[in-house]
């Protein structure tokens, strides 16, 4: 089965810019999507294929994926975007979806 | 506005059946397929199954840790998605979202959640 690797934590200072990172084999030839999720409430979309925003979603959020690594990106950085950061595929191969463990963003 | 709404969790004994429901509102139910995920205590997001939309069959998958006890159903006149959980375990204790899926797989909306603990 597909494996989505995310390393457990990002620490950045408000202002500066995020980069979360999602590992697969091959995932550039893949849709990937990114939730965030704060405490006590249900995920919500915030990029899906690759680097489209959901409409609400501000521009500071932006996706790329390429080669074997997808990654999430927020600029200027704010204390309310502290949440854990989920990116999501569809496995071809079997018609499942796959999630990665999951990033803790904190703002310093 | 788009609304799902998961009822049905509680406390159910191990080995017991368990069903949930995701009622929404807000769009064409039966134009979409919908996926249920959950998430365990202080633990990350775990896709659970999905069904299609009957256009496209309405058949379904699941993960392999529920496959063969759990089943995923729908009734379109409803605009409600179920999941039936037989033969649960400890491990299935968790929060159960229901969600609706876009073109892309993107899990687009999101249900509020429903909390099922599995204990004797």
């Known amino acids: 089965s597909y494996v989505l690797t995310q390393p457990p934590s990002v620490s950045v200072a408000p202002g500066t810019t995020a980069r979360i990172s999602c590992g697969g084999n091959?995932?550039?030839?893949?849709?990937v999507h990114w939730y965030q999720q704060k405490p006590g409430q249900a995920p919500v979309l915030v990029i899906f294929?690759?680097?489209d925003r959901p409409s609400g979603i501000p521009e500071r959020f932006s996706g790329s994926n390429s080669g074997n690594t997808a990654t999430l990106t927020i600029s200027g950085v704010e204390a309310g975007d502290e949440a854990d950061y989920y990116c999501?595929?569809?496995?071809?191969?079997?018609?499942?979806?796959?999630f990665g463990g999951g990033t803790k963003l904190t703002v310093l | 506005e788009v609304q799902l709404v998961e009822s049905g969790g509680g406390l159910v004994q191990p080995g017991r059946s368990l069903r949930l429901s995701c009622t929404v509102s807000?769009?064409?139910?039966?134009?979409?397929?919908m996926s249920w995920v959950r998430q365990a205590p202080g633990r990350g997001l775990e896709w659970v199954g999905f069904i299609k939309s009957k256009a496209y069959g309405g058949t379904g998958e699941y993960a392999a840790s529920v496959k063969g006890r759990f089943t995923i159903s729908r009734d379109d006149s409803k605009s409600i998605a179920y999941l039936q959980m037989n033969s649960v375990k400890t491990e299935d204790t968790a929060v159960y979202y229901c969600t609706r899926e876009g073109q892309q797989w993107q899990f687009d909306y999101w249900g509020q959640g429903t909390l099922v603990t599995v204990s004797s």
């Open positions: 999501h595929v569809w496995d071809s191969s079997n018609d499942h979806r796959v």
């Open positions: 807000g769009f064409t139910f039966g134009d979409y397929a």
């Open positions: 294929h690759d680097s």
């Open positions: 091959n995932i550039g030839s893949k849709g």
